[in-house]
T-cell receptor, first 115, second 115 residues
């Protein structure tokens, strides 16, 4: 079946602009995660959604970052007033359930470059 | 808090030789442990996981990992490395129970297999 998809694959934006990154999880997966992969910083958890529960936003680095998940499926990560330090690859993942032994399946990522 | 350490930034090995990528973790209670591999410009691919039971876990592409509770380690191994195994490898841990929703990754180990 189809895996996790993300769009766009690449995004170049000017400092101060807002950007939206999209994630389509695997059908039937109730949990959705966003991570950021920066050069030299490894993988950083941002936010996760589980069904209709309140999202865990504990990893969001500032209030310029927000995410929503509509209808328990597609998710959008929004970064307002982008800064150069926001440049990174943003990875989305989904799993059948949050927690437990289920592995997460990752999308190919969106490479964000802030100029 | 949970954490993962991958002490080696890079591992170099000749093709046909055994490959080991080290991982140690810290988590409250019993862990779920995962290994992922990332090829250039690709998302993370799941390799294997430890849930419970047998300490030796077998996964995709001939990889295996050994869980050692007393040493809090989960080293990834492959008996005979291939050039195509050259990639970035991530170890990850998740606790169980209410705190078990967040996956924490190590910093990654780059594997270079030379022909």
């Amino acid at each position: 079946g189809a895996g996790v998809s993300q769009s766009p694959s690449n995004k170049v934006t000017e400092k101060g602009k807002d950007v939206e990154l999209r994630c389509d999880p695997i059908s039937g997966h109730t949990a959705l995660y966003w991570y950021r992969q920066s050069l030299g910083q490894g993988l950083e958890f941002l936010i996760y959604f589980q069904g209709n529960s309140a999202p865990d936003k504990s990893g969001l680095p500032s209030d310029r970052f927000s995410a929503e998940r509509t209808g328990g499926s597609v998710s959008t990560l929004t970064i307002q007033r982008t800064q150069q330090e926001d440049s990174a690859v943003y990875l989305c993942a989904s799993s059948i359930l949050a927690g437990g032994p289920d592995e997460q399946y990752f999308g190919p990522g969106t490479r964000l470059t802030v100029t | 808090a949970q954490s993962v350490a991958q002490p080696e930034d890079q591992v170099n090995v000749a093709e046909g030789n055994p490959l080991t990528v080290k991982c140690t973790y810290s988590v409250s209670g019993n862990p779920y442990l995962f290994w992922y591999v990332q090829y250039p410009n690709r998302g993370l691919q799941f390799l294997l996981k430890y849930i419970t039971g047998d300490n030796l876990v077998k996964g995709s592409y001939g990889f295996e990992a050994e869980f050692n509770k007393s040493q809090t380690s989960f080293h990834l191994k492959k008996p005979s490395a291939l050039v195509s195994d050259s990639a970035l490898y991530f170890c990850a841990v998740r606790g169980r129970g209410t705190a078990g929703n967040k996956l924490t990754f190590g910093g990654g180990t780059r594997v270079l297999v030379k022909p």
